[in-house]
């Protein structure tokens, strides 16, 4: 469809981007490379670099960290993918509150993508949906080893680092969710991050892990409300009263939104 090339062939979307949207990728793709200095030297002058809907993710994150700051918990992020957003977390949780040794950041991905899609994921006009909706979708083998070598890094630079902050959950969540309440069964959950962008571990990780927030703890939701991607917005619609519940967004970020459970 584009006679621009895709750097990014993970993350784009034909359906949903524009031409724009590559050669602007294109361009800071080429851009990043050849900019002078160090990789930890772009790094640290990252706002030259980042795209501004990462930064208004990552923007986004933080409003919702602040709000759970004084609620107990831990993190639970279903669909993990490059790590960025589990990242976000842990760098918000490592500044934020360095004492709160209790607070983890637990992601759940298979890194193999979508398993399968059900017929919810496809319901609605078909030219509307994400093309990434196919077993296999966003799959991204190198991540869960690269995910953990950016922990381990992570772990040089934060205040009591014995006790673990991030914790990875590789496969299926069908079976390492039921696997991961089994060996922890202590799990209280001060934000529930709905990512997996499809209908039956979305319905899954509210059956498992909506009992486990307290009042205060806040559920996300990526992708409520997304044509592209409408399994989600089924199960937290056949799982979850919407009418009782609060959902907000951010006037900055298209796709996040939010409930406060309780409020
Ligand atoms: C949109 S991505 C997550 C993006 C990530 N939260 C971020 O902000 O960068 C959705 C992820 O959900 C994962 N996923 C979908 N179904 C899954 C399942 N049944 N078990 C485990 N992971 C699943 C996919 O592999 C994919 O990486």
């Known amino acids: 469809m584009s006679t621009v090339n895709d750097p990014s062939p993970t993350m784009h979307d034909p359906r949903t981007q524009a ?10 793709e080429n851009y990043v490379r050849e900019s002078p ?28 960290f ?20 589990l990242m976000s977390f842990a760098n918000l949780s490592t500044i934020l509150e ?8 637990i992601g759940f991905d298979t890194f193999s993508g979508f398993p399968e899609v059900a017929a919810e ?24 080893e690269d995910i953990l070598r950016a922990i381990s890094v992570f772990d040089m630079n934060r205040l009591l680092s014995h006790f673990p902050k991030v ?18 069964p202590h799990l209280v959950i001060s934000c529930l991050y709905l990512d997996f962008d499809i209908y039956t571990p979305t319905k899954l990780a509210i059956e498992c892990f909506f009992s486990r927030i307290p009042k205060g703890g806040i559920v996300v939701f990526d992708e409520l409300n997304e ?18 519940l609060s959902v907000r967004r951010f006037p900055f970020e298209p796709r996040i939104s939010y409930a406060i459970i309780g409020v």
């Open 19 to 28: 031409l724009g949207d590559y050669a602007y990728r294109e361009a800071l």
């Open 37 to 64: 200095g160090t990789f930890t030297e772009k790094m640290e002058n990252f706002t030259k670099y980042v795209p501004r809907q990462n930064l208004a993710r990552f923007l986004a994150r933080y409003e919702i």
């Open 66 to 85: 602040k709000r759970i700051m004084d609620v107990q918990g831990s993190i639970v992020e279903c669909g993990v993918l490059f790590g960025g957003g």
């Open 98 to 105: 360095p004492y709160n040794f209790q607070r983890r950041i």
């Open 121 to 144: 994921d496809t319901k609605g006009a078909p030219e509307r949906k994400s093309a990434h909706l196919k077993a296999g979708g966003f799959s991204a083998p190198a991540a869960y």
């Open 167 to 184: 914790d990875v959950v590789k496969g299926d969540f069908a079976e390492t969710s039921v696997r991961y309440l089994e060996e922890h």
């Open 227 to 244: 044509e592209a991607f409408p399994g989600e917005s089924i199960a937290v619609m056949e799982s979850l009263k919407l009418n009782e």
